[in-house]
């Protein structure tokens, strides 16, 4: 059974960090891209950032380009999003999900095998 579980969000002040964690299970990273994703109050889930199967290709949005690093441990089989700089508006449910590929722009609807949400808090 595929299935993907991510943790590590918490309450942190403007300009802290925090690293998210997303764990899979039933699968090998080798055989997936793994993309970061977030839902503000109100808003559409939108794309944070995603690496490749191979850990070669990595995608950002432009909101979090310079602040955020995607990164994976294959013996953990484990994905991380360290989060650096963080704002105010960086506050909502975080969510890992993997799909067969990973580009800039790639649509939601793509992945699959979604995590639980991990609550990130950005106070001000």
């Known amino acids: 059974q595929l299935q993907l579980v991510g943790s590590g969000g918490g309450l942190v002040q403007s300009g802290g960090s925090l690293r998210l964690s997303c764990a899979a299970s039933?699968?090998?990273?080798?055989?997936?891209?793994i993309g970061w994703f977030r839902q503000a109050p109100g808003k559409e889930r939108e794309g944070v950032s995603c690496?490749?199967?191979?850990?070669?290709?990595?995608n950002y949005a432009d909101s979090v380009k310079g602040r955020f690093t995607i990164s994976r441990d294959i013996a953990k089989n484990t994905v991380y999003l360290q989060m650096n700089s963080l704002k105010p508006e960086d506050t909502a449910v975080y969510y890992c999900?993997?799909?067969?590929?990973?580009?800039?722009?790639?649509?939601?609807?793509?992945?699959?095998?979604w995590s639980q949400g991990t609550l990130v808090t950005v106070s001000s």
């Open positions: 999900a993997g799909a067969p590929t990973c580009y800039s722009g790639q649509p939601v609807t793509d992945f699959g095998s």
């Open positions: 690496i490749s199967s191979s850990g070669g290709s990595t």
């Open positions: 039933g699968f090998t990273l080798d055989y997936s891209a």
